[in-house]
Structure formats: C-alpha cells, structure tokens
C-alpha cells in the first residue's frame, strides 16, 4: 500500500526538492534536484502503491549553496520531466504523441526512453522504463525558433479556456520574462471576443491574426482531434503553452503532456472531429470553427494530417518499432516489476501496442467520413 508521507498534492505548485546522484554513461551529475510532478499520475500511482512515480529534474537547483554546480547541465539540458508512462500499457504514447505535432509542423517537445533505477540506500532498484521530456521553456523554445527572447505562458484554469469574463493574469504563468504584462494574452482575449467577430469577419480574422498564429493552432487541433486527446483545451483548462514568437509577434500553441492521447478519453471523452460539441466556453475552437475560412483550413489539414504525419501504415511501423525497442525493459524477466509497474501481465503490453495499430486506422475511416 501506499503508506504514510507520501507525495504532497499540488506538487507542480509547491514543489520540493531534495538532493541526489545522477549517474548516465559512467558519468556522475552531483546535487541534482529532484522532485516529484504530476497531479492524477501522481496521486493515483501512490493510491495504487506503485513506486514508478512521475519525477523531475532541475540540473543546478542548489547552486546557490553549491557554487561548484553552477549552471550544471545533463548535456546541454537544465531541467528534464520523467513521465511514468500513467494510464498507458504501451509506455509509447508521451514518446509518439510528440513526435507527430512535429512531423504535421507544430512545436512540441523532444522526448526519449530511459530505464531509471533509484538507489536510496539498499542498492539499485528498477524503478521501470520512463519517457524522458524536454522541457518547454528550458531548450526546446531555443531549438524550434528562430528567435527565444518572447513571452511564454503555461495556461492553466478557468481563464485557459478563454471564455467570456475569464479573462485574468493569474491563469497565464509566465514562465519567461516575468518583468514585463499580459497584454499579448489580453489582446488575443480582446480579438477573439470583438463583435467584429460577426459584423465584418475578414477584418476579425486580419486583427486575430495579428496576435495570434491561427494556422498552427488549426494544425495542433486537426492532429489533436484526428489522433485523440482529451486531457488538454477543449475539454480541459490546462496542458499547452502560448509562446510570443518575436518573428511574427504571435502567440503560438505548444502541446503538452500527452499520455492520454490516442484513446477515446474519459472526461465525457475526446473531441468528435467535427468539434459540433463545442460551445462558446471554449472560443478559440468554436469562433474558428464558425468562420468559414478557418474552417475549410481545419477541414484541408485534417485530409493531410492522415496521410502524412498519422498515416497508418506510417504510424504502424513506429508503433511496432517502438514496442520492439523498449519490450525486454517493459515485461518480461528484465522488464518493469510487480510494485513498479501498471502492466498486470506482459500481455497487456502487447494488447495496447495492437489496439493502437488498430485505433490509427479506425481514426483513418472516422477523417475520411468527415472530409469527403
């Protein structure tokens, strides 16, 4: 069970770190911070008394105390999110999820495999397989920009939704140039709600346009609706960031936190394609999607999206190169333990790795129906 002194709730808010080794490649990291992250992944893996706990990294967090690690770096990286791989039995989805924003021309974070063992004492326990995340506002806005000097926001709460009198400063966390407003945000607020919106649509779209990157927000929901997710807007007031590019000053989506796509979902459940659902309460998506314009972009990118970036037999080769390359540290003698694992059996791994062959093509029919 889960015992006493587990991990605090609202660890993302009031994070603790504590001290330790990080060894990789025969090479030791000293003082290195971690910490737990998450909140469902989080609580439900300790309810479950499962030790494969969602951690952080933060590679210099003590250099205050410790000059000797100032500006300490795990190659070129100064802080690394460890996703436990909750609520997926492929242990794939945080690594693939990514790598199609990407591939469909929308900024999402880099991500890899990584076996993590913990040794708190009695020797090196294996505490599973992770997926290991960049971190947005660590390198990855310096990678996928041109420029990194804009403001850059984690949304979360009421005021993520964008709704009508939602609108406060407080839901936006600035998570770089903390000095200067939210006038970006509230300007794209302010474009989004203008009754120009229906008395003279194509001067909405120039204004909206002007502080807001329409075309990768229509990319980032043609992927997201098309693959399936529900745990972020639309349904859920959190998990994506808004990046000012300064080559354009405007805001731009960046998807985060995807271990629950490529299912139906729970919440009520994903987006149906048509997004028909969707009410005022979530305007970027429906004021969008009311325009028509904006729609036939939503509608074009949807017919590109299954035949390049989630292609099904695209998508069926990295599924199973994915599930072959991480399968002896999944299940298995060497693979995750009882107490250290979701997977009740080793053929629960190979049953989710087939549903989601499955489930790319059965998202293929679902696109073309819409479409044609």
């Known amino acids: 069970g889960s015992g006493a002194g587990g991990p605090a709730d609202d660890s993302d808010d009031n994070p603790i770190y504590v001290p330790c ?6 090479i030791e990291w000293y003082q290195v911070g971690l910490r737990f992250k998450g909140n469902s992944s989080l609580k439900t893996t300790w309810g479950q008394g499962i030790w494969k706990l969602p951690l952080r990294l933060k590679m210099d967090k003590f250099e205050d105390e410790i000059p000797e690690i100032n500006n300490q770096r795990f190659y070129g990286f100064k802080e690394l999110s460890l996703s436990n791989g909750y609520d997926d039995e492929s242990l794939i989805r945080e690594k693939v999820v990514p790598e199609i924003f990407r591939d469909f021309g929308v900024a999402a974070p880099q991500t ?3 076996r993590i063992y913990v040794d708190y004492g009695d020797g090196p326990i294996y505490f599973g397989l992770y997926t290991m995340i960049e971190i947005v506002d660590d390198t990855m806005i310096e990678d996928q920009f041109a420029n990194d000097s804009g403001n850059l926001y984690k949304p979360e709460g009421t005021g993520a939704s964008f709704a009508k009198s939602t609108f406060n400063s407080s839901y936006f966390e600035k998570k770089s140039n903390e000095e200067t407003d939210w006038s970006d945000v509230e300007a794209l607020y302010n474009v989004l709600h203008s009754s120009q919106r229906t008395s003279d649509p194509e001067a909405w779209r ?13 990319k980032w929901l043609a992927v997201n609706t098309t693959i399936q997710n529900w745990d972020t807007y639309g349904v859920m ?3 994506y960031y808004l990046y000012n ?19 139906s979902g729970k919440q009520g459940g994903s987006l149906s394609i048509s997004c028909s659902e969707v ?26 999206v299954i035949t390049s970036a989630f292609e099904s037999s695209k998508m069926t080769a990295k ?14 003698e060497n693979g995750e333990q009882r107490g250290y694992t979701f997977l009740e059996s080793d053929g629960d791994f190979d049953s989710a790795i087939s549903y989601l062959i499955s489930h790319v093509s059965s998202r293929k029919s679902v696109v073309q129906n819409y479409t044609n």
């Open 319 to 332: 599924y199973q190169y994915y599930s072959n390359l991480i399968r002896e540290y999944a299940v298995g």
């Open 206 to 218: 120039i204004s909206l346009e002007q502080v807001f990157s329409t075309d990768q927000f229509l």
């Open 21 to 26: 080794s990080l060894f990789f490649n025969d």
């Open 237 to 239: 007031t959190h998990n």
């Open 279 to 304: 009410s005022s309460s979530w305007p970027l998506i429906r004021y969008l999607l009311d325009d028509s314009i904006y729609s036939a972009k939503y509608k074009t990118n949807l017919s590109k």
């Open 112 to 114: 890899a495999f990584y």
């Open 245 to 263: 590019n300064p080559k354009n000053n405007q805001l731009t989506w960046i998807p985060w936190d995807n271990n629950e796509a490529l299912q």
